[in-house]
């Protein structure tokens, strides 16, 4: 379970602290698939940051299954969790080949010894994982990731992601760069691999239909508080036009 309890966090701006967080608390349930939806400035990214540790609290706690995690750094952290982020161009590495890649991610807090780094014995499963994808990847294990296209890449991300035994997954506007097609696929993909796996999830998107179509729960936040929470049947009775007119509304009380 990730926890987040009575959580402060500000930011300095060029004229004044705006206060995001205060007294902000959120948990997330053993292999739950939370979509979180929101404007711009309301708090999604950075409660992802808080759960990955690239940014910490100015107070309260963060939790992972019970043990106290709030000082604990983002390299650490990523042992338990797999990210998969907007940029295309993030979570692999451009001037290296698909097979190195992914074998860094196979060795991820692993002893490194004088060995060589790509342990062939392990191309064919890695082959396996990438066909998943249904992208064709399999047959362009020695090829740059660099070359590769967004949706192959990000595809990989979410490969890589998920190579390790994980305990979380979070997910930052992982399709937003990418045309409608390969979008789908990309969640389609996201989907088998989190049901597969039964992984504990955070999804942020932008997409309304996305976070009603996946995922057993629904989050919408404005300005550092949760104005929607619905799961299980809740979440499955809403509709899009629900979702959209909560949200049009708080867009126009705030002036957008």
Do not use: W
């Not at 660099?146 to 997910?171: C, E, H, P, T, Y």
């Amino acid at each position: 379970m990730i926890e987040l309890q009575n959580v402060y966090k500000s930011f300095v701006g060029r004229v004044d602290v705006v206060k995001l967080f205060e007294d902000f608390s959120f948990n997330v349930k053993d292999g739950s698939f939370v979509s979180i939806i929101g404007s711009n400035g309301s708090g999604k990214t950075t409660l992802l940051n808080l759960v990955c540790g690239s940014i910490a609290p100015d107070s309260g706690k963060i939790l992972f299954d019970g043990s106290d995690f709030t000082s604990v750094p983002e390299y650490k952290r990523s042992m338990y969790i797999g990210r998969v982020h907007q940029n295309p161009q993030n979570g692999t590495c451009p001037d290296l080949t698909i097979v190195e890649n992914m074998a860094l991610a196979d060795n991820k807090g692993k002893h490194y010894g004088f060995t060589p780094a790509v342990n062939r014995k392990r191309i064919d499963y890695y082959k396996e994982l990438v066909s998943e994808c249904g992208m064709g990847l399999e047959n362009r294990m020695n090829v740059k990731v660099g070359s590769l296209s967004g949706g192959q890449r990000q595809a990989l991300a979410l490969v890589i992601a998920n190579m390790s035994d994980n305990k979380f997954l979070v997910l930052d506007e992982h399709t937003a760069a990418l045309d409608p097609k390969t979008s789908e696929n990309i969640m389609t993909f996201t989907d088998r691999i989190v049901k597969e796996k039964g992984i504990t999830t955070l999804m942020v998107t932008h997409n309304l239909r996305y976070a009603l179509e996946y995922g057993d729960r629904i989050v919408m936040m404005h300005e550092g508080k949760i104005v929607l929470d619905k799961e299980g049947e809740e979440k499955k009775a809403l509709n899009i036009n629900d979702v959209l007119g909560l949200f049009n509304s708080i867009s126009i009380e705030c002036g957008n």
